[in-house]
């Protein structure tokens, strides 16, 4: 075993010595080495008890200032955070190519820089040029933000550290990024954890919000190593189809407000729109009511959302093998469904196709659509209409009762307000049942009798 070092600790600063002396080479204070000899050389080289700085604490029962929230600008965007910008946290947004990610972080930090707010915008994806192509399009030239085309983590630090800092910082984005301490090529797990770690540690202590922009693999989900989503503070994805001119910006981790709250845009021309009323921009295009189409109010986050289920039935001939297609809902809970129908109310879906798909490209994961996907099932398969401008929400158990929903009179409420008269759904709804004319479902029996009889 080798023999222990002999050590010198200032009992005024912590500095450590090999030797002794007077006085001490970091605090020049006199007569404080003392001698700390550790057990062992393993020991003294993973000694954490002392050497390092003192921690500032603060009491959690005292009164003290709290973070201010800063507006984006843009509505949907503060909905989707919660509010507006923490200071000091780190968001990590990502999303399809192309979907509008850096449309809408550079929408945002116009607006903000523009309210006098200071702004760096950082690509490392793009020249500046490109940036300033881009904001003239969008009709952002005039707007104070400092852009700068860089992959350095030290050389961005660098910078920051010889100015002010600024409100809000957009990398964009942290596959990007190289530090030059850490081996490996960009876009690596240790670069992208070793990234990331020195800019949030520089926003924390600054108190600037970060915003990590994130590549995505081909299954949606962010690329990279999964420790990043929890360094972060929030975590968003942007989401919609390129087919369609809707995007929904979605909060998937929120240290400082709600989960799954949602902000909805359109795109435009002239880069990402506001929609203030998305159950309008999903259900447009409804005229008449049509066998197989169903209407159900989703919830995302505190708002209500109106999307319209369409469900399609082609009989074949017999020895054919039926397709089960579903877009924007779950293949199983579908599968469990048509089971139920067969099982509890007679209905045979073994020998026709079945196609079900939610309208405007977006995504149902709420188990109180099973009832409107019932009801759009039922409809299409005896070529009836649901009644004209009526709702359906509730969850279909097993044995096929239709059992209550989280915030069914908020979901009545909102479908009153867009001029829906009539809503089924279970017997028990609290709070929204008296905004239009309510009938409750026991059995998923009654919606066939009331699906068939036309009543």
């Known amino acids: 075993m080798a023999k222990p070092k002999k050590r010198y600790v200032c009992q ?14 970091d605090c020049a204070e006199w007569n404080t080495l003392v001698e700390d000899a550790p057990a062992t050389v393993f020991s003294m080289k993973h000694d954490l008890s002392s050497g390092g700085r003192a921690v500032e604490f603060v009491e959690l029962d005292k009164p003290g200032p709290l973070p201010v929230r800063q507006p984006t600008g843009l509505a949907e965007f503060d909905r989707a955070l919660g509010g507006g910008l923490v200071p000091g946290s780190a968001i990590l947004l990502g999303g399809d190519p192309g979907i509008g990610k850096s449309t809408l972080l550079l929408q945002a930090a116009a607006r903000i820089a523009r309210e006098g707010r200071g702004v760096v915008y950082v690509s490392g994806e793009e020249a500046s040029g490109q940036v300033r192509m881009r904001a003239a399009r969008l009709g952002l030239s005039d707007a104070p933000v400092k852009l700068a085309a860089a992959t350095g983590v030290r050389d961005i630090l660098t910078t920051l550290g010889s100015m002010d800092a600024p409100g809000l910082l957009v990398i964009d984005s942290i596959q990007t990024m190289h530090s030059d301490t850490i081996e490996g090529a960009p876009g690596t797990v240790s670069q992208v954890r070793g990234c990331a770690f020195e800019l949030i540690r520089y926003a924390k202590e600054n108190g600037v919000a970060l915003v990590l922009v994130g590549h995505v693999t081909k299954d949606g989900s962010i690329a990279g190593p999964r420790v ?40 435009a021309g002239e880069g990402l729109e506001e929609v203030d009323n998305p159950s309008m ?26 999307v319209e289920i369409q469900a399609l ?38 020998s026709a196709e079945v196609y079900l798909n939610v309208a405007g490209g977006y995504r149902l994961s709420d188990p109180a ?6 009801a ?21 158990s097993l044995a096929g009762e239709i059992r209550p929903v989280a915030h069914g009179g908020l979901r009545l409420r909102e479908a009153a307000k867009l001029g829906f008269d009539r809503g089924f759904g279970p017997l028990d709804v609290k709070g929204g049942a008296s905004a239009l ?19």
């Open 437 to 455: 004319a309510y009938d409750g479902l026991g059995q998923l029996a009654n919606l066939v009798d009331r699906v068939i009889g036309n009543s």
């Open 313 to 350: 039935i082609v009989r074949l001939q017999s020895g054919a093998t039926p397709r089960r297609a579903v877009v924007g809902w779950d293949t199983g809970r579908l599968a469990m469904l048509l089971a139920v129908l067969e099982s509890r109310c007679g209905l045979n879906f073994s």
């Open 376 to 396: 759009a099932l039922v409809s299409a398969m005896s070529d009836k209409a649901l009644p004209a401008r009526s709702i359906w929400l509730g969850e279909v």
């Open 281 to 306: 921009l999903f259900l447009s295009g409804r005229d008449e009511p049509m066998a197989g189409s169903a209407v159900f109010p989703a919830i995302e986050g505190t708002r209500p959302v109106l």
């Open 228 to 267: 990043l989503e929890h360094m972060v503070d929030v975590v968003m994805s942007f989401e919609g189809e390129r087919s369609h001119q809707y995007r929904i910006l979605r909060a998937l981790k929120n240290r400082f407000g709600a989960v799954d709250e949602i902000g909805v845009f359109a795109m």
């Open 12 to 25: 005024a600063c912590g500095s450590v010595s090999h030797r002794w002396q007077g006085q001490c080479a």
């Open 369 to 374: 659509a099973d009832l409107a996907v019932a």
